[in-house]
T-cell receptor, first 113, second 111 residues
Framework: NAGVMQNPRHLVRRRGQEARLRCSPV?????VYWYRQLPEEGLKFMVY????????ESGMPKERFSAEFPKEGPSILRIQQVVRGDSAAYFC???????????FGSGTRLTVV | QKEVEQDPGPLSVPEGAIVSLNCTYS??????FMWYRQYSRKGPELLMY????GNKEDGRFTAQVDKSSKYISLFIRDSQPSDSATYLC???????????FGKGNQVVVIP
């Protein structure tokens, strides 16, 4: 029973490029969360999604960032026109229903050069 | 004032010692309190989960919540080198699925 799978594990992008981060939740989990961990900072909530719906995106920057969790396939966090300040570890978590027993993935480490 | 404060200073202890970690918070609506353990280059894993005030014990780990002081603690007894990791406190309000995390404490247990 695989846990939360995130890919790629490491992603390098030049300034101005697009970054796509993928998250496959635990099988049977329909709730997905994205968090960002900046150097020397704690995890910061970004967005909470259920299948085909964004439930809470209050932590998402207003521009350049978007997230989706389609009916089929993984959840995608998309960052357009990346800047150096986007360099961070991005973690996805899932749960079977809304609640606090999250399972986190190992993260995608984005480096913008 | 940040919602959750956790002194991120690294902590080194000898094997077998008691590790004591704590967080303070400002949001009185928080009802769910968690401690996560994060090994280097890995995702956080849930260690302890407490609802409202009180104590909870699980093996060598004890979590305490004092809502009147807005203060939570984690104690690790008989610490082992395998306990070396970063420990993050997290909390959430009723009906709110987003977690507010502290910055984390790096703990090193020296054999």
């Amino acid at each position: 029973n695989a846990g939360v799978m995130q890919n790629p594990r490491h992603l390098v992008r030049r300034r101005g490029q697009e970054a796509r981060l993928r998250c496959s939740p635990v099988k049977g989990h329909s709730h997905v969360y994205w968090y960002r961990q900046l150097p020397e900072e704690g995890l910061k909530f970004m967005v909470y999604l259920q299948k085909e719906n964004i439930i809470d995106e209050s932590g998402m920057p207003k521009e350049r960032f978007s997230a989706e969790f389609p009916k089929e396939g993984p959840s995608i966090l998309r960052i357009q026109q990346v800047v150096r300040g986007d360099s961070a570890a991005y973690f996805c978590a899932s749960s079977p229903q809304g609640g606090y027993g999250y399972t986190f993935g190992s993260g995608t480490r984005l480096t913008v050069v | 004032q940040k919602e959750v404060e956790q002194d991120p200073g690294p902590l080194s202890v000898p094997e077998g010692a008691i590790v004591s970690l704590n967080c303070t918070y400002s949001n009185s609506a928080f009802q769910y309190f968690m401690w996560y353990r994060q090994y280097s280059r890995k995702g956080p894993e849930l260690l302890m989960y407490t609802y409202s005030s009180g104590n909870k014990e699980d093996g060598r780990f004890t979590a305490q919540v004092d809502k009147s002081s807005k203060y939570i603690s984690l104690f690790i007894r008989d610490s082992q080198p395998s306990d070396s990791a970063t420990y993050l406190c997290a909390m959430s309000a009723e009906g709110n699925n987003r977690l507010a995390f502290g910055k984390g404490n790096q703990v090193v247990v020296i054999p």
